[in-house]
Nanobody, 119 residues
Framework: QVQLVESGGGLVQAGGSLRLSCAASGRTFSSYAMGWFRQAPGKEREFVAG????????DYQNSVKGRFTIFRDNAKNTVYLQMNSLKPEDTAVYYCAARAVPAAKYAYWGQGTQVTVSS
C-alpha cells in the first residue's frame, strides 16, 4: 500500500502559478504510476495529468496542456503538479492518486488540496 499527502494549494489570482506536491509513504513509490485529478463543486472528479513510473511518459487533459506540468522525484517519493497561467475554471480540490502498474485503476488517493483561482 501507499499513503499520499498533498500540499501546496491556496488562493491565487488568475494568471498566477501554484505548485502542488504529493508525498508518498513506503519504499515502492517508483513502482506506481501517478496521477493528479480534480473535482470542482457540483462536478464529477476529472483526470488532470498522469506520469509513468520512471517519469518518461506524461499525459494531460486537453484544457491544461501547455499550462500544467507533472513531474516526479522518486528519490523523494514525491510527485508534483506545476500549474501556470491559472484560470478561474481551474478552481477545484486537487487529488493525487497512485496506480500499481499494470492495473488500470488508481487505487490509492490523497485527501485533496483546495486550489482557488480568483478573477
Amino acid at each position: 500500500q501507499v499513503q499520499l499527502v498533498e500540499s501546496g494549494g491556496g488562493l491565487v489570482q488568475a494568471g498566477g502559478s501554484l505548485r502542488l506536491s504529493c508525498a508518498a509513504s513506503g519504499r515502492t513509490f517508483s513502482s506506481y504510476a501517478m496521477g493528479w485529478f480534480r473535482q470542482a463543486p457540483g462536478k464529477e472528479r476529472e483526470f488532470v495529468a498522469g506520469i509513468a513510473r520512471n517519469g518518461d511518459s506524461t499525459d494531460y487533459q486537453n484544457s491544461v496542456k501547455g499550462r500544467f506540468t507533472i513531474f516526479r522525484d522518486n528519490a523523494k517519493n514525491t510527485v508534483y503538479l506545476q500549474m501556470n497561467s491559472l484560470k478561474p475554471e481551474d478552481t477545484a480540490v486537487y487529488y493525487c492518486a497512485a496506480r500499481a502498474v499494470p492495473a488500470a485503476k488508481y487505487a490509492y488517493w490523497g485527501q485533496g488540496t483546495q486550489v482557488t483561482v480568483s478573477s
